[in-house]
Each structure stands twice: as C-alpha cells, then as structure tokens.
C-alpha cells in the first residue's frame, strides 16, 4: 500500500514546513517580567508595550511585536532570535481569544460569526438535504455546487463538514497550484464527495465527469453562463446520468432573474437557431422587458 503524502485539509496542497507559532500562549513565552515589562499585559508588544501582538514573523514564527513596531526595525533581523526576517504577516487575535490564536490568511465569513449562535437558511439546508439524500442513493455519488457568492460557498462547506460530508472548494482567489491540488483530490480521493465553486472560477474550462450531480445555488443573469457550469460534468464522455438542480427563492429577485434567463433563452432559440415556435412565445411586453 502506497503511503499518501499528507496535504493541506483544504487546499490538499503538499505540506512542507511545520510552524512553531511562539509568542501567543499566556505568558507570551517570556517569563521574564522585565523582558516585556512589569505592567505590561503578556499579549502587548515587547517593543512598544502598547500595541497587541498582531505580527507573525516569518520563517522563525515569533510573535512577540506589533507591525508597527516590526516595520520600524534597521534591520531586517528577528528581534528575539536574530534570525533573518523573509515575510512578515499582519494576524488578528480579535476573534474572543484574547491573543491565543493568529487568524492568518484570507478572511472567512465563518471567522465573523459566532457559529455556535448561527441559524442556517432554507437555500442552504435545501442544498445539504439533496447532497445528503443522493449519498444515500449512491454512496460514490460526486457533486458540484455552484454560486456566484465566497462567503455562500464557506457556509455552505461548514454545513457540509457537520453532515459529515468532505468538500473542497476552488475559488478565484486561491493560487494555481492550491486550485490543481484540490481538482486532484476531487477526483482520485473516493471520500471528498462535492467541490464547491465559484461561477467565474469554476464555470468553463474544466473537465469534471467524475461528478454526476451538479448544484446552481443563484440564478446568473446570462443564462449560457449556468449551461457552460453545469457542462463541467455533462461532457462528451460522461458515462452516468447527471442530474442538474436550480435553486431559486420563492418571492426573491431570483424569480425575476429565471423569467429573464427563460425570456433571453426563447430569443436565442429565435434568432441564432431560427426557430420561429420559440419567437412566437415572446410578447410585445416581454420585448420591452428585455430592452427597457
């Protein structure tokens, strides 16, 4: 049996290194009351006193300065361990752990909300339900969830870790080799189940035919744009069915929205396909709804 190489839990990017992040447990890792002054609380900068820790220094992982302070240095050296400074990374500790822990990276809705208080939406429980129940039809089931919106696809993945169900997510600001990984993953691991994506970042260009259910969370204004996502896993190739399913919310603007893709759609069919039986469909009205 082959070993695996351990990967990101996210990204699936190879791990390399292993930070030991000092400078953000009790005591600050200085014991020594005059190293950051006698009325100094433990998580304020050693330089300054004043300001919180809030700068990550790297590849040495100390953290016992503020970037203010960490910017004003002569030298481009560690002020604790004199070890060369390569990057230097703004954290934040406001998140009710009074300094214990360095939130660093792009920021998640999940990191603004108090989870344990958070109340779910129907979209989003529509959508874990079908994943759920299509599992249970099939337990090698793949899928792809769609939507135009980051913060949807955080929740919609913190919803599917509850349930128990492994999901990746490729999104326009991950870097190429972080979006290789995490395509790899979706389709050589048998346990990751959905890749969650964006519209933009996911809608064209890939070849997906592992999946055989493909999730739209919002209505897109452009219709072709949903046909060219669901495509991903619809191919030529594609040796399964694959069920496509819209989610739209009753009494929203995405009902507007779907009368506009079925308007703009009737249109096409009318002129570029020349079928008169789709232009007979459209009104005066609709005309002037499309063009107004």
């Not at 996210?10 to 000092?22: A, D, G, K, Q, W």
């Not at 002054?37 to 590849?59: K, V």
């Not at 913060?151 to 972080?178: C, F, N």
């Not at 308007?263 to 396909?273: A, I, N, Q, Y």
Request: proline fraction near 4%.
């Amino acid at each position: 049996m082959q070993k695996r190489e351990r990967s990101c839990p996210v990204c699936f990017v190879p791990l390399s290194i292993t930070l030991n992040l000092r400078g953000v447990d009790d005591d600050g890792g200085l014991s020594c009351p005059t190293a950051r002054g006698q009325n100094s609380p433990p998580d304020t900068c050693i330089i300054c006193m004043e300001n919180p820790r809030n700068a990550l220094i790297l590849p040495c992982g100390h953290m016992f300065t503020c970037m203010e302070c960490c910017g004003q240095l002569q030298k481009r050296n560690c002020p604790i361990c004199r070890q060369q400074i390569q990057k230097v990374v703004k954290t934040d500790g406001n998140d009710g752990t009074n300094g214990k822990s360095a939130v660093v990276g792009r920021k998640s809705i999940l990191q603004k909300l108090n989870m344990s208080e958070f109340a779910s939406s129907t979209k989003v429980e529509a959508v874990v339900k079908a994943i759920g129940s299509s599992q249970k039809k099939e337990s090698h089931a793949k899928a792809i969830v769609f939507s135009q919106y980051v913060t949807m696809i955080d929740l919609v993945e913190w919803r599917l870790k509850q349930q128990g169900i492994r999901a990746v997510k490729l999104v326009g600001s991950m870097p190429v080799t972080a979006r290789r990984s995490t395509l790899t993953a979706f389709k050589t691991d048998p346990s990751v189940k959905v890749v969650l994506m964006s519209l933009k970042a996911g809608g064209e260009g890939l070849n997906l035919q592992e999946a055989t259910h493909v999730y739209v969370l919002e209505p897109w204004w452009n219709p072709a744009v949903e046909m060219q996502a669901i495509q991903r896993a619809h191919r030529i190739g594609q040796q399964n069915k694959v069920t496509a399913v819209r989610f739209i919310t009753k009494d929203t603007i995405e009902e507007k929205k779907n009368q506009l893709q079925e308007k703009k759609r009737l249109v096409f069919e009318g002129t570029v396909d020349c079928k008169a039986a789709s232009l007979a469909q459209l009104t005066e009205d609709d005309l002037r709804f499309l063009f107004h």
